[in-house]
């Protein structure tokens, strides 16, 4: 059979492609260091759990005593009760009246409910009557009882007016419905004909086909080709009319 130079490289060309992938995978292997995988996506590697990244090596992550191993694997943490400080793991000093957190951040210890932190110790918050001690690091440490309003470092009783009721907070007063407040009572909305109570509650709107004028409400006189709009307290012109003072006339005229 004559030798054929193209069909010497078409067959070069098709092994070359079939050991391509296997000479790929090969040289990746090789360039994954002891300790480390290949990366699951992308490309190239990453260390074991427990072990971390130096130049092209994954060496073992160095924990301290009261240390362990994070979620993820590629850094350490303290033990409750211990403290972070530089490479080792330091125990925490909970003063009087207080409890170690699982945060390793700041003092590591949080004081009772009913204490603040004051310094290296925790000092009791004075609580004034009508008041219960909170668990908040911040403001006054307390809160008043429902009924209640903060003022000047005391807790000072609300005075619900006739036709009122305690808020959702507890710290101030709402009218009922069909009442307004004015000043510190609450006033009965007088609502006139052809009206009714907003949603609210605390104001009064009229029907439809009716104008709100003072503190009645007016009909709409509603003129020839128009009708009563969205708003139900004015009118428009049908299509291929134009309002005209009072009236609705025709575009074409205009």
Not at 32 to 45: E, I, L, Q, T
Not at 46 to 69: Q, S
Not at 163 to 176: D, I, Q, R, T, V
Request: glycine share 10%.
């Amino acid at each position: 059979m004559p030798f054929s130079l193209s069909g010497a490289l078409t067959a070069f060309g098709l092994a070359l492609a079939l050991c391509g992938p296997a000479v790929q995978a090969q040289n990746l292997i090789a360039s994954v260091p002891d300790n480390a995988r290949a990366k699951s996506y992308g490309s190239g590697w990453e260390c074991n759990r427990g072990f971390r990244e130096a130049g092209k090596n994954c060496v073992a992550i160095d924990i301290p005593p009261h240390g362990y191993l994070s979620a993820l694997g590629s850094t350490w943490a303290c033990e409750r009760g211990y403290r972070r400080t530089d490479a080792t793991c330091s125990a925490v000093v909970v003063p009087a009246n207080a409890f170690a957190t699982e945060s390793t951040q700041g003092r590591g210890w949080k004081c009772n409910r009913g204490y603040r932190a004051d310094g290296d110790t925790c000092s009791r918050v004075a609580v004034p009557a009508h008041a219960y001690a909170t668990d908040a690091s911040y403001g006054s440490g307390w809160e008043c009882e429902r009924g209640y309003l903060q003022n000047a470092g005391n807790c000072v009783l609300v005075v619900v007016p006739q036709y009122a009721y305690l808020s959702a907070a507890g710290s101030e007063w709402k009218c009922e419905r069909g009442f307004r407040r004015t000043n510190n009572a609450c006033a009965q909305i007088s609502v006139p004909t052809h009206a009714y109570l907003t949603d609210s509650g605390d104001d009064w709107q009229c029907d439809r086909g009716f104008r709100k004028e003072a503190s009645q409400c007016t009909a709409l006189n509603v003129p020839s080709r128009a009708f009563i709009n969205y708003s139900g307290d004015d009118w428009a012109c049908e299509s291929g009319f134009d309002r005209h003072v009072d009236e609705c006339v025709a575009s074409r005229q205009r």
